[in-house]
């Protein structure tokens, strides 16, 4: 056995002789190296996030949705909030806006989360009834096939136009699906399409069916819309508009039953949340980190003077001091190392689960940004203790009882 | 092989006294002598000893190995000489609990930076084996009786083999059979296998079977 693996193997004994102090010892910097992690894959997570809005939406829009999505005063976004419980939208409501002037497009979309058969093959997907010009806004790419037209929303066509994703589930590949006809709730929709993979998170476009509205209306039969998305000829102009929406909708529903918000202003809410929890959560790590390399420096006190005596007949041996200090530095940064891949492991969980909600990555940087941190600290915290076991004199160590 | 020449140990023991345990030491011994050294409690034995293995330095003086003047080296240095060339054993054994006895026998071999021209692992199991602890090498030392502690550690102190085997009261806390069995071994280790022997004892009929014997009284060699 050569000297580092002595060095190593003594280490790791002594760890795992004590393994609940070993545990509750590396908890600090296990919870520290997690929220770190965390905050890193979740930066990254928001970079994609906020990359695919911009490619994957049209600019100058504005969003009409249900319930209050800003509170008051220009406050914080609340994900999700009221849009479910509030009004719905319709055609008259579409209708009005088109007579703003600044006004290009409006396009209405419906909402129904279905069961869609191809053959052989049964997938969950959202049907968005929509009008042609949702190909503009978005500036939809297609893969195969065409966008439907003007004429199909007229003529309620029973036609479709397939996101990437839901097309690669449906069919073996997704060439294989242009031409083919999927069910849905007892309807039979032609594909006339496949749009490019897009990448979009917040519409989910990649995993959608869009036909016209008008043949949506028999999924939806109270014929109302969930949202609608608004394309201005001058961005300029932008604040004017939202208020004269604002002042047509409310001739027939009242202030809370609707919100009237632009793209940015979503993705700057949802920035500026994230990065006031990123800075909670860097907080709470960095305090964590020092909090449990502390610890760890208390605990290796303690292991100085209870290993005293141990530390003299190692000296009475022939181990010199630097020995002594290469036992104890390794050993802390062993267990900071430690609670650093077991906070590190813990991220790998919670990310892995939260992708499904939310982009989050853990990157090489991420890893070796977490294994280098808790080493430091183990050396950091551990140098002292370390320092202190080497500078015991052999005999006062070893008549230590 | 070793020299002491005017050795002082002081140590303080508030701000204005010290106390001297050793005084003005002259002492000289040869490679291959068997050594007793006696005295009452505290009159400086143990501090003696582990002058002469390295372990602590005088105050004052001078301790040469062959002829070379141990005080001008530094920690790294004393540390090996103390590993290559000393093995003590204690009154107490000083083995570590948590090492088996193979480990604890094996243990001065790990921190020895020097390239050993055998195998330390086949030089600890033929120390078990000659001291009949080959189905103990397992154990933890808090498993095993006083004497077979003491075997252990006299295994421990050989595994390097040193020139010299310092034992401080190693009968101390041994039964008289098996503390004879003890002085046996140092013995043997004096004639057969050559070591320089030095032991610390109460105990007279020790010191009466060795051949020289060193007598302290406060700190000062009263005969030798
Ligand atoms: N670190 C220390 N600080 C102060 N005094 C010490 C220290 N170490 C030893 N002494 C004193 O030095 C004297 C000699 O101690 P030593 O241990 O050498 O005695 P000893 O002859 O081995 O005794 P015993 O037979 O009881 O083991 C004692 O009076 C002891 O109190
Ligand atoms: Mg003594």
Do not use: C
């Amino acid at each position: 056995m050569n000297y580092f693996n002595f060095i190593l193997q003594s280490a790791y004994d002594d760890l795992r002789r004590n393994k609940i102090r070993t545990f509750l010892t590396s908890l600090g910097i296990l919870i520290g190296v997690a929220a770190v992690v965390l905050i890193l894959a979740f930066g990254l997570g928001l970079k994609v996030f906020i990359t695919s809005q911009f490619q994957g939406l049209g600019t100058n829009l504005i969003f009409v949705l249900p319930g209050r999505v800003l509170s008051q005063g220009g406050g914080g976004f609340r994900p999700g909030a009221g849009t479910l419980g509030g009004i719905r939208f319709d055609e008259k409501d579409v209708l009005s806006l088109k007579r703003i002037e600044e006004i290009e497009y409006v396009v209405p979309y419906s909402v129904k989360t279905v069961q869609v058969q191809s053959k052989g093959k049964s997938e969950i997907a959202d049907i968005r009834g929509t009008t042609e010009d949702d190909s503009v806004i978005n500036n939809a790419e297609m893969d195969q096939g065409v966008f439907f037209a003007r004429k199909d929303v007229e003529k309620k066509s029973k036609i479709a136009v397939l996101g990437q994703t839901i097309a690669e589930k449906l069919f073996e590949s997704s060439e294989l699906g242009l031409g083919k006809t999927i069910r849905v709730e007892n309807h039979r929709l032609k594909v006339i399409g496949i749009l490019k993979k897009k990448g979009d998170l917040s519409h989910n476009a990649d995993s959608s069916i869009f036909i016209p509205y008008t043949s949506a209306f028999v999924f939806n039969q109270d014929k109302k819309f969930f949202d609608i998305h608004i394309q201005l000829r001058d961005y300029k102009e932008i604040e004017k508009v939202k208020e004269k929406i604002k002042q047509t909708l409310l001739k027939r529903y009242k202030e809370d039953d609707f919100s009237v918000i632009e793209q940015t202003e979503i993705l700057d809410t949802i920035g500026s949340i994230l990065n006031a929890v990123s800075l909670l959560l860097v907080a709470l790590g960095a305090i964590s980190l020092i909090v449990g390399g502390v610890g760890i420096m208390n605990i290796m006190y303690v292991s100085v003077t209870e290993r005293r005596k141990e530390i003299g007949i190692r000296r009475a041996v022939g181990a010199t001091s630097q020995d002594i200090l290469w036992h104890f530095l390794v050993e802390s940064v062993l267990l900071s190392l430690f609670g650093g891949l077991i906070g590190l492991g813990l991220a790998f969980i919670i990310v892995f689960f939260i992708q499904k909600f939310f982009p989050a990555y853990i990157d090489l940087n991420s890893i070796m940004l977490a294994l280098g941190v808790s080493s430091l600290i183990g050396i950091v915290f551990g140098v002292f203790p370390a320092k202190k076991a080497a500078d015991l004199s052999p005999i006062d160590a070893i008549r230590y009882e | 092989m070793i020299k002491l020449k005017n050795i002082w140990k002081e140590y303080k023991i508030d701000k204005d006294n010290t106390f001297t345990a050793l005084k003005k030491i002259e002492l000289t011994i040869q490679k291959r002598e068997f050594t007793a050294i006696i005295g009452s409690s505290g009159s400086g034995k143990s501090t003696l000893m582990h002058i002469i293995g390295l372990l602590d330095r005088p105050s004052q003086g001078e301790v040469s190995i062959h002829d070379k003047n141990t005080s001008s080296l530094d920690d790294s240095e004393i540390s090996k000489l103390r590993n290559e060339y000393v093995g003590f054993v204690f009154q107490q054994f000083h083995l570590i609990n948590n090492l088996t006895v193979f480990e604890n026998i094996i243990l001065p071999a790990r921190y020895s930076r020097k390239k050993l021209e055998y195998d330390p692992k086949e030089k600890a199991f033929e120390l078990l084996h000659r001291f009949g602890l080959t189905d103990k090498k397992m154990y933890y030392p808090n498993k095993l009786s006083g004497g077979e502690q003491q075997r252990v550690a006299i295994a421990r102190a050989l595994i390097m083999n040193p020139e010299l085997l310092l034992a401080d009261e190693p009968t101390g806390n041994l039964d008289s059979k098996n503390g004879e069995i003890i002085l046996d071994i140092l013995k043997e280790l004096n004639k057969k296998d050559n070591l320089t022997v030095i032991v610390v004892t109460h105990d007279k009929t020790v010191s009466n079977r060795a051949r020289r014997s060193i007598q302290l009284k406060d700190g000062q060699i009263l005969s030798n």
